[in-house]
């Protein structure tokens, strides 16, 4: 939310920084990392040349680390293929479309299964799905949606190979400041162990499709960091104090070190992670400005709840959540600047046959193509 609207680098600037990058280092292997690598509307271009490049030996070879399912394209797995091939990662996030459209991940099966159906076509063997537990109002219902889809994915895998193999990759929801989710208590340690062993225990005699999990503890003590108040400071020290460092660290990792501080401070986690923060609570951050507006937030959250999904602003009229206008800004589509004779069009049309947008912030007010 906090780093909205959507920015590109240029495509040439990006295939130049590749080349440069590979050149001077003696690297062989690229990741293109960002949220959402494959929306990045001259990705397909960008693997094209750099697993073609002849001045790297043609032996490049590319990773997108997680690709977004509605984004994904057969032309990049076909090109990914021609080199070295890594692991290739979905994220539906969400097993039941219900859900997704809560977490406004608005991904449809059919979406899933094509980009599946695309990669098992071309040489893959494994995927990996990943999915959260714990979202607003998620029931048991869509947890075990997260089944049904990798058997699906599985059944696609077998129409092309003997042995495909689904991981799926479950973590806990952790709600984030400045975000519509800012208000949700948490799911609780307990309640997300069993969500994970609910589907664990329906996956348990599948083949071919493994679990992994996120420890729900680790998950408490990132929600706890996530959306503490000063009093956590000296939890914090105090945690690290008693030798709890590379907390992140699964290994490292020690729930006792912070149960512990918590209970010297006079803290309980049920206060920080699990309520359900109201409308008028002052939250801790309010001092603080992303440029969101905290009314938009509400709505949001309220549309979640209603499970109204809302198009990425790229696409649509502004909805001035606050990320441009609250600064004062407008953005400005680059290659929505009509060519000479040429017309504006909509946003819409711009995103689908459109030069590489790139998204610009303009100091003044102006729109270009959004309605
Ligand atoms: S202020 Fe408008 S254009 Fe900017 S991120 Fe928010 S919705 Fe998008």
Redesign the pocket.
Known sequence: MIT??VRERPADQVRTMVAEGLKRTGYDEVALTSLSTADFSGIDQVVRDTVNDPSCGGQVSVSLPSLRVDAFTVGIAGEIQKARRTGLTFAPEAGTWRMRQVINKLITEEDLYAAVRSAYSQGWRRMKLYFLTGLPTETDEDTLGIATLARRCIEIGREYHRSPSVTVSLGGFVPKPFTPFQWFGQNTREELQRKIYLLRDELRRDHGIKLKWHDPKATMAEGLVSRGDRRLGPVIEDVWRHGGTFQEWSEHFDLDLWEAALERAGLREEDFVYRHRTEDEALPWDHLSA??HKDFLWQDWRDALAEVGLED??WTP?????????YG???VVASAVPPAGGSQGTGQDLAVGGEVPVVLLASKPVRVGAG
Request: hydrophobic share 15%; proline share 6%; net charge neutral.
């Open positions: 909205r609207p440029g969101l602003c790229r502004c909805y001035d959540c606050g990320a441009c206008t609250g800004i407008e953005h």
